[in-house]
């Protein structure tokens, strides 16, 4: 189970970085549209236009941010750490699937296999936070059933 928790957060990784590299670019193409939209326009028009793109701005850079503070997570997870109590960076066996408790990316798929990749704040991620291959936590009236950690 070491070798697909690694294979998972290299692909965690890869998403995020691919993510960071759009938005990036998406930033870039706002300030390309604001330099040129400053050379062509005038007038109230002009204003609330470059109103919208300043808001865009600040949302992606928001997203960026946000991504960037992901990364560094997922960057500071020790992949050797095997601990029986469930904790940031733990690949978590239950009856029908796996969770990557780490940060929130959703579901992904790794060499065939459903992941859902959950952050340690969400509502089950902090139900399974300490708990044992043995044990079982639940939420909204489902009940999951740890049969291993990673």
């Known amino acids: 189970m070491i070798h697909l928790k690694t294979k998972i957060h290299k692909a965690c990784l890869q998403l995020l970085n691919e993510k960071i590299a759009d938005l990036q670019k998406a930033l870039n193409d706002l300030q390309q549209d604001t330099t040129n939209d400053s050379k062509s326009s005038a007038g109230d028009k002009h204003e609330t236009s470059r109103a919208h793109m300043q808001i865009e701005y600040a949302r992606i850079s928001n997203m960026k941010s946000e991504a960037l503070q992901q990364k560094s997570v997922l960057d500071k997870i020790n992949l050797e750490l095997i601990s029986p109590r469930i904790s940031q960076g733990s690949l978590i066996k239950i009856e029908n699937g796996l969770f990557f408790l780490s940060i929130p990316l959703g579901k992904i798929e790794v060499e065939g296999t459903c992941i859902v990749v959950l ?32």
């Open 119 to 150: 952050s340690p704040q969400s509502p089950l991620g902090t139900k399974l936070l300490g708990a044992k291959a043995g044990d079982a936590v639940e939420l909204n009236k489902m009940k999951y059933a740890i049969e291993g950690v990673c």
